[in-house]
């Protein structure tokens, strides 16, 4: 598939679709809803967890451009266009921030290039599972300088990589490709809370959806420095005057760690 073929299979669940649901977007199909609609039968809390993980970009995204001062910033597995965008937020506190969206799904290329056009805003089809072509790609090139600070988002995309394609080495060769002060935020499921539920959830996902447990997140940031106050539960993460901590636990992990200058 080219980078501008638009091939879309609406027969098929797709998790940026089913999570664009969850937030009340109208990017999705009947098989996206129906599957949504079993999932959230067994775990209620999955609607929840797709608006605190959104809020949790937001968080991270201001605190990124705004107290530590970055001005470019990599997206990778962006999602679906929907309120409060990186662009939107970065550009709010720092109107010169450069953002690069990247995702494989050709629904959401059509819909990001179709909405997310603007000044120092690019989206370019790529796969985490290729971090070297992420890294590589030219219109990635042209708008981000990699000998500066860059902000990694993972947000919501490493519980879909399996542990046979090896999630670790992919963020270890993004890394090695980033600048000292250069920052990584990422959001991941969990089974933690309640794992017979999860379980039971897991089946419905179809195999799309893989959870780990704390220790495993932390895992993640190897070679980066965890900022306070660590990987924690999403609201808990930096919580501002907007954020609401759920009485019951959502299943989602998050934290953002920095790239330390080598010796």
């Known amino acids: 598939m080219t980078d501008g073929d638009v091939g879309i299979d609406a027969s098929r669940p797709h998790p940026a679709r089913i999570y664009d649901y969850y937030l009340g977007g109208k990017d999705n199909y009947p098989a996206d809803r129906e599957l949504a609609d079993q999932i ?5 809390e999955s609607r929840e967890m ?21 001005r470019q910033f990599l997206d990778i597995g962006t999602g679906l266009p929907t309120q409060g965008n990186v662009h939107e937020v970065a550009q709010d506190v720092a109107p010169d921030a450069k953002v690069v969206y990247v995702d494989f799904d050709p629904i ?14 690019a989206i370019v089809r790529g796969d985490l599972r290729n971090p ?20 990694l988002l993972l947000v919501a995309i490493l519980h879909l990589v399996k542990d046979e394609e090896d999630p670790l080495g992919i963020i270890a060769r993004l890394r090695e490709a980033m600048a000292p002060g250069s920052h990584v935020a990422i959001s991941h499921a ?32 190897a070679g980066f420095e965890l900022l306070d106050p660590g990987v924690v539960e999403l609201p808990r993460w930096r919580p501002d005057a907007e ?3 759920p009485v019951h636990p959502v299943p989602i992990y998050g934290g953002v760690g920095r790239l330390a200058a080598t010796s």
Request: charged share 25%.
């Open 190 to 221: 969990t089974a933690d809370f309640d794992p017979e539920r999860a379980v039971e959830a897991l089946k419905v996902y179809r195999g799309m959806l893989v959870v780990r447990s704390r220790p495993q997140v932390e895992a993640l940031f």
């Open 108 to 121: 959401v290329l059509t819909h990001g290039r179709a909405l997310l056009a603007g000044d120092n805003i």
């Open 50 to 70: 797709a608006r605190v993980n959104r809020a949790f970009l937001r968080r991270a995204v201001r605190f990124l451009a705004g107290e530590v001062g970055i």
């Open 40 to 44: 959230l039968a067994i775990a209620p």
């Open 243 to 245: 954020t609401r901590v």
């Open 132 to 151: 070297e072509g992420i890294v590589a790609h030219p219109e990635v090139r042209e708008l981000l300088d990699f000998d500066q600070p860059i902000a």
